[in-house]
């Protein structure tokens, strides 16, 4: 069983991955509406793996005899300028998930639940590459420049190649 402060923020947690899968959803949509395919690709596969990390969330406090909360989930931005904007966006939001992780980890150490504290290292990870990816990205857009419509032809064609490896493990084992 968790402490009622461990319980009250995985649920937190449980909300904000549902929001990110959320909002990667309305940026692929957005990217769609653009005409970025492989943009667009991209945030589809991100928003299922972000579905993916909520439900490794709750299965965890399903095992360990606390049902999970399933959120009500905020509306998300859905218009962006560009895709700077866009990517920038994506950095800004998972700069936000690991603050919010490590205040989590730092919460389980206070309340002495080891056992929460080790689960929430997968996430640790995660946050590493998903933040890596996303600085790589940004770099690679301004290194085209946005007024290249060759370069970006080919940014978004070799997107599509570009895949969060949720830290090389199952999100849902
Ligand atoms: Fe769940 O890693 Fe992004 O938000």
Redesign the pocket.
């Known amino acids: 069983m968790f402490s009622k402060k461990v319980e009250a923020a995985l649920n937190t947690q449980v909300k904000?991955?549902g929001y990110?899968s959320h909002i990667y959803l309305a940026m692929a949509v957005w990217a769609e509406g653009q005409g970025f395919e492989g943009v667009a690709n991209f945030m589809y596969k991100?928003s299922d793996?972000?579905r993916a990390?909520?439900l490794k969330l709750v299965k965890f406090m399903t095992e360990r005899g606390s049902e999970a909360t399933i959120p009500a989930i905020d509306q998300p931005p859905t218009q962006f300028s560009s895709l700077k904007e866009l990517f920038t966006a994506l950095l800004e939001?998972?700069m936000g998930?690991t603050q919010a992780i490590n205040g989590l980890v730092h919460l389980t150490l206070g309340e002495q639940d080891y056992t929460t504290h080790n689960f929430l290292q997968w996430?640790v990870a995660?946050?590493i590459e998903?933040e890596a990816l996303a600085r790589t990205i940004l770099d690679k857009l301004k290194i085209i420049g946005e007024e290249s419509g060759s370069g970006i032809y080919m940014f978004d064609r070799d997107i599509n190649g570009l895949v969060?490896t949720s830290a090389n493990v199952d999100p849902v084992a």
């Open positions: 904000l991955e990110s991100h793996e972000e990390h909520m939001h998972e998930v996430y995660e946050q998903e969060v």
